[in-house]
C-alpha cells in the first residue's frame, strides 16, 4: 500500500472509512474516468493512484459521497465530509478553469498564506532585534554560536533529491546510486531550455558553480522536483485562473512546456530559459503543466512511471527516516521486528 506523498515525501495519513484504500484524509475521484487521487495534507498535491489500486475504492467513495449529508457541489465538482473526517471531492465534467480552481487553489493558496506569515514574522523579529538595548548584544552574540550553525544548514544541505536515469556527474550533483541532490542555493539558477527530444525541452542548473543537464525523462522529474520551490508564495485564484489560460493558449500541457523553453531562450543572455524571472502565472503554469504531463502519460499506458514515483517516494521517505535516527537503531529494528 501506497502510505507517502510523491512529491514532498510526507506521510499521507489513513482513513478507516475507504476499506479498499485506506490512504489518506481526503480523496479525490472521477468514476467517469477512473481516477483516484489522494490529496496531501501537506503539500495540498494531488497523488495519482495506480490503476489496480482505483475501481472498488471509486465505487465505495462514490457510495460514500450520496450518503454523506454534509457536503457542498457545483455542476461539475463537489466535496463531502463523513463523520469519521475523511473528505471525499467528487469530479464530474467541469471546465478546466473551475477544475484547477478546486485542484490548485488550496494548495497555491496555502502557500501563499504560509509565506505571508513567514515575512511578517521575519519583520517582526527584525523590528525587535533593533530595539533590542545594546546590553543584549552578548546575548546575542552567544545566541550565534546556534544561529549561524543552523542558517547554514539550512542553506546547505540537499533541499531536493529526485531519483534520475542519467550517468553520476562529476560534479556531485548526481549520486552513484542516480539520485540528484540540489541545495537551496541551487534551486534559484534552474533554466528551462529547448531540447531537440520529445519532451522539447531540457533542465540546466549550476551547483557549486557547474552546469548540470538533464535531457528527455530526467528533465521532467527534476523540474517536477524543483519548479514548487520557486513558487514558494504560492498564487491567488486570479494567478491560478491566468496560468490556466497559458496553458489553453498552448492547446495542451506539453505543448506548453515546450513553449516556454522556446518563449524564455529569447529573453537576455543572463535571464535566458531562468524560471525564476518568469511572471508568476508562468511559473504556476508551468508547475501545473510538468503535474498533469505525468499524470497523462501514466493514464495512457505508462503505468510503470507512476508506480515507480510512488516506489521512490517511498524508498527517499525510508532513507529520511533512518538518516535521523541513532546509528544502531537499524541493528535493533533488523533483530526485534519489521519496519513499517
Known amino acids: 500500500m501506497y502510505k507517502t506523498c510523491i512529491f514532498c515525501k510526507k506521510p499521507l495519513d489513513s482513513n478507516d472509512v475507504v476499506e479498499e484504500f485506506p490512504v489518506g484524509r481526503r480523496l479525490a475521484f472521477d468514476a467517469a474516468k477512473g481516477r483516484l487521487w489522494v490529496v496531501c495534507r501537506k503539500c495540498h498535491r494531488w497523488n495519482l493512484t495506480p490503476l489496480e489500486e482505483r475501481w472498488e ?15 457542498a457541489s457545483t455542476e461539475n465538482i463537489g466535496i463531502a465530509r463523513h463523520r469519521e473526517g475523511l473528505d471525499l471531492v467528487r469530479i464530474g465534467k467541469p471546465p ?21 506569515v513567514g515575512a511578517v514574522a521575519g519583520l517582526a523579529a527584525g523590528g525587535v532585534a533593533w530595539a533590542l538595548p545594546l546590553s543584549w548584544l552578548f546575548i546575542g552574540g552567544a545566541t550565534n554560536v546556534v544561529g549561524w550553525p543552523l542558517m547554514a544548514w539550512v542553506y546547505l544541505r540537499p ?4 531519483r534520475v536515469g542519467g550517468k553520476a ?20 539558477s534552474i ?10 525541452f531540457g533542465v540546466e542548473i549550476r551547483r557549486s558553480g557547474r552546469k548540470t543537464w538533464f535531457a528527455g525523462e530526467d528533465a521532467r522529474r527534476v523540474a517536477s522536483a524543483v519548479v514548487p520551490h520557486l513558487n514558494g508564495w504560492g498564487g491567488s485564484r486570479s494567478a491560478v485562473q491566468r496560468a490556466v489560460a ?26 535566458a530559459g531562468r524560471v525564476r524571472y518568469m511572471p508568476k502565472p508562468t511559473r504556476l503554469a508551468l508547475e501545473m503543466s510538468l503535474h498533469e504531463e505525468q499524470e497523462r502519460r501514466a493514464l495512457e499506458g505508462e503505468l510503470r512511471i507512476l ?34
Open 57 to 71: 475504492a471509486i465505487e465505495t467513495c462514490e457510495r460514500i459521497f450520496r450518503d454523506t449529508r454534509t457536503r
Open 307 to 340: 508506480k515507480q514515483a510512488w516506489k521512490e517516494a517511498e524508498e527517499i521517505a525510508a532513507i529520511a527516516d533512518r538518516l535521523l535516527l541513532p546509528a544502531r537503531t537499524g541493528e535493533f529494528f533488523d533483530r526485534h521486528g519489521n519496519r513499517d
Open 159 to 162: 533541499r531536493v533529491k529526485v
Open 246 to 271: 497559458e496553458i489553453e493558449s498552448s492547446g495542451h500541457p506539453s505543448h506548453f512546456l515546450a513553449d516556454v523553453a522556446n518563449t524564455a531562450q529569447r529573453r537576455r543572455p543572463s535571464r
Open 191 to 200: 533554466r528551462v531550455l529547448p531540447d531537440d527530444g520529445d519532451l522539447g
Open 169 to 188: 556527474f562529476d560534479d556531485g550533483a548526481v549520486t552513484p546510486e542516480n539520485v540528484a541532490k540540489f541545495r537551496l542555493q541551487d534551486l534559484a
Open 96 to 116: 478546466r478553469r473551475e477544475f484547477a480552481a478546486w485542484r490548485y487553489g488550496d494548495q497555491f493558496g496555502t502557500r501563499m498564506r504560509w509565506a505571508s
